[in-house]
């Protein structure tokens, strides 16, 4: 029988890649995805990709534990892959409880109901070289001590990793765990059709560079030129997105075929590459024949000067490798922005944007909907009371209804808000 994995924020960048290879692998793949950091581009995407226009999406918020628990009663899920976090390091410095609450909070449901189902689920988490900070050595094995994270997004990823190692160790074997590691994800799929979509002004280099390239943004720059690095810029390890998802693939069956050597174990996700800033602008250029204006700026805070895997582990131990030159992997991504830029002109991205829209809306209904019965169901027990009863507690009802009323109210403004920011993405849309 097929096994079915659950793809937590399958939508998403590295969710849709990953998605595609699980299904080119002959699994069956749930979809979950509550669409607050993209939209449905690359849903619709795989679909083409893969023919499966009947792939199983479930529009949901993990934070939300009884929309978990619903959706592991729906399906049959033996493995769980999950994507579903908040990942803007400078927003997370910004706002860091949203990032600790959104970002353990799903963790911790997707663990909670994994790790109750009858056999056992396996969970791989999606974690990232930010764990190893600055490292005094590199390339960085599996062994490199992690270093304390600088921002509250790296925080997370350090936390959840040990959250999984932790619940794996007192589940009795109902769990089984894998961590990856991985390096800067970059490129799109062969196709064109699913890529990277971020939203506004990109932090990340290579959707920087491919909008500079197409004219959306006047320049790059590049972030310090004095780093104690060949060129003086720093130096990364750029991963192809779909090396990467194919990374998914050896460890989600690694687990189901019961090769894991630990309960949980952890693998770098890298090709042991180091690239620098300036040589990536170079080969970019070079490849696709296009110019990348760009010039020096001063170091960005936080960044650190060198990292790259060591991935003997992941080749020898999952019997994966990456095997992509960076050439090909750019001129990947320059095809996804030049797919984007042509959407945009036939405007047939349209009715992506527009279905996505609706289903911020319906979920947002759907929980007032749930606040404003909440708010009568209190009222009704209140009225119901005697006025001695009343008068005993009239603090504690006071703030209690005061409470619902207020969630109630604010789960209406937050529809009101989802209609203008709908409203104004399709019209911004328009005017690009
Ligand atoms: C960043 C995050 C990392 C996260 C990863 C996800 C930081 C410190 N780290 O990694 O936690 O897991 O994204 O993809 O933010 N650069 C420029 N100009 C630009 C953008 C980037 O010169 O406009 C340089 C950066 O200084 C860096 C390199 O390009 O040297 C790569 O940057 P980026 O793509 O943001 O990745 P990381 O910083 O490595």
Redesign the pocket.
């Known amino acids: 029988m097929k096994k079915t994995v659950l793809v937590s924020g399958g939508a998403g960048f590295i969710g849709s890649h990953v998605t595609v290879e699980l299904l080119e692998a002959g699994y069956d793949v749930v979809v979950a995805d509550n669409f607050s950091n993209c939209d449905r581009t690359c849903f619709e995407g795989v679909k083409k990709i893969t023919g499966r226009e009947d792939l199983p999406l479930e529009v949901m918020d993990f934070c939300d534990l009884k929309a978990v628990k619903a959706l592991f009663g729906k399906y049959h899920i033996d493995a769980v892959i999950h994507f579903a976090a908040f ?1 803007a ?1 400078g927003e997370s410095v910004a706002k860091p409880l949203m990032y600790y609450k959104n970002n353990l909070e799903s963790f911790l449901n997707v663990l909670e109901v994994a790790g109750a189902q009858p056999g056992g689920c396996n969970v791989l988490f999606s974690s ?3 764990v190893y900070g600055e490292p005094d050595v590199v390339p960085v094995t599996e062994n490199t001590p992690r270093k304390p994270a ?1 921002s509250p ?2 925080n997370t990823k350090t936390m959840c990793e040990d959250i999984l190692r932790d619940t794996v160790k007192a589940s009795d074997g109902a769990l089984k765990g894998i961590l990856l590691r991985y390096f ?2 970059i490129g799109a799929h062969p196709s064109a059709l699913i890529g990277e979509l971020p939203r506004g002004v990109p ?4 959707p ?1 560079i491919t909008q500079t390239a197409i004219g959306k943004r006047e320049c ?5 030129n004095d780093y104690p690095t060949p060129d003086g810029t ?1 130096q ?1 390890d750029y991963i192809d997105i779909v090396d990467l998802a194919r990374a998914h693939v050896y460890a989600v069956t690694r687990m189901m075929e019961g090769k894991m050597k630990k309960d949980c174990e952890v693998f770098n996700v890298g090709t042991g590459r180091p690239v620098s ?1 300036l040589e990536l602008v170079n080969a970019f250029e070079k490849v696709n024949g296009v110019k990348v204006p760009h010039k020096f700026a001063p170091r ?1 805070p ?2 650190v000067t060198a990292i790259w895997a060591d991935p003997t582990l992941a080749n020898e131990e999952m019997g994966w490798k990456a095997t992509r030159t960076v050439e090909e992997t750019l001129k990947a991504a320059w095809a996804w922005e030049c797919h984007l830029a042509q959407q945009k002109e036939t405007g047939s991205d349209d009715t992506g944007k527009a279905t996505s829209l609706k289903d911020q809306i319906l979920q947002a209904a759907d929980k007032a909907n749930e606040a404003i019965s909440d708010a009568i169901d209190k009222v009704k027990e209140y009225s119901a009371l005697s006025p001695e009863e009343k008068k005993a507690k009239q603090d504690e009802w006071n703030s209690k209804l005061t409470e619902a009323a207020e969630k109630a109210s604010d789960s209406v403004k937050d529809i009101v808000d989802d209609i203008k920011e709908g409203a104004d993405k399709l019209f911004k849309g328009k005017k690009d």
């Open positions: 990942k390091v990232s070289a930010t600088t997004y790296g800067n994800p932090n990340n280099l290579v920087f790059l720059n590049i972030f310090g720093c990364r800033v960005r936080g960044d």
